[in-house]
């Protein structure tokens, strides 16, 4: 298997980001009047299940989540509550973890680092599609490649700003910039609903997770269509 072109998301793949991500959420919570009571651990595993731009819409209290199940008028008017409240928490979350980059910079991952330099020194063509706002990835790139963010990433989107939840527009959009074909090309992230698009997109994938292996040498070994790993 030839892999021309690689995809990856920041959180976790290139930045230890759940302690930020954590805090934030927190915060945002706590402001509406529902603290969180989310461990680290469970944090991320809502976050590997629905993924990070859709955590806080699983958080709300369930008779909240259930409020437009319920039919009629009133049904609605619940649900139509529920998902302001989802979006407003959201949105807090993302302006609190914004705003911690200021002061308190997210580790590295060695293994993403050393990913992103051999794979360009074999030609690899490389990308970023991440669920953060473009404000906050634009920060995080910054922070670890300054002025060559540009000459090291073909294409950097976020999945946050985009209109189409289902993300096949952002990978379409991913392989013309890059000029590489689907099954030349493969996804690293966290998230299975992001995998998920991806494979039906027809890109291989990767399923990272943290302290995972992560090397070019085994990347082909690893990225498969069928199944996330």
């Known amino acids: 298997m030839t892999i021309n072109a690689i995809l990856l998301n920041l959180d976790e793949i290139l930045f230890d980001t759940a302690p930020l991500h954590l805090a934030a959420i927190r915060a945002a919570m706590e402001g509406s009047g529902v603290p969180l009571r989310w461990s680290m651990p469970e944090l991320c595993e ?9 955590v806080l ?22 649900g139509a509550k529920a998902q302001s409240r989802a979006i ?31 794979a360009l020194d074999a030609g690899c063509k490389l990308g970023v599609i991440s669920d953060l706002p473009a404000p906050s990835v634009g920060a995080l790139l910054e922070q670890l490649f300054g002025n060559d963010v540009n000459s090291k ?39 299975l609903p992001n995998l ?19 090397s070019w040498t085994s990347l082909p070994a690893m990225a498969s269509r069928a199944s996330a790993n």
């Open 46 to 54: 809502v976050a590997s299940t629905v993924g990070w731009t859709r």
């Open 57 to 78: 819409d699983v958080a709300l209290p369930q008779d909240e989540q259930a409020g437009g199940k319920s039919g009629g008028k009133a049904g609605a008017k619940a």
């Open 88 to 118: 407003d928490l959201n949105a807090a979350h993302h302006r609190h973890f914004h705003a911690a980059l200021a002061t308190r910079k997210p580790e590295a991952n060695p293994r993403g680092l050393q990913l992103i330099k051999d």
């Open 153 to 191: 990433f073909s294409v950097v989107a976020s999945r946050h700003d985009a209109r189409h939840r289902q993300h096949d527009g952002l990978h379409a959009l991913a392989l013309r910039t890059m000029g590489v074909d689907a099954e030349e090309t493969v996804l690293i992230d966290t998230s």
């Open 196 to 214: 998920l698009a991806a494979r039906k997109a027809g890109l291989r994938t990767v399923h990272f997770k943290m302290p995972g292996i992560l």
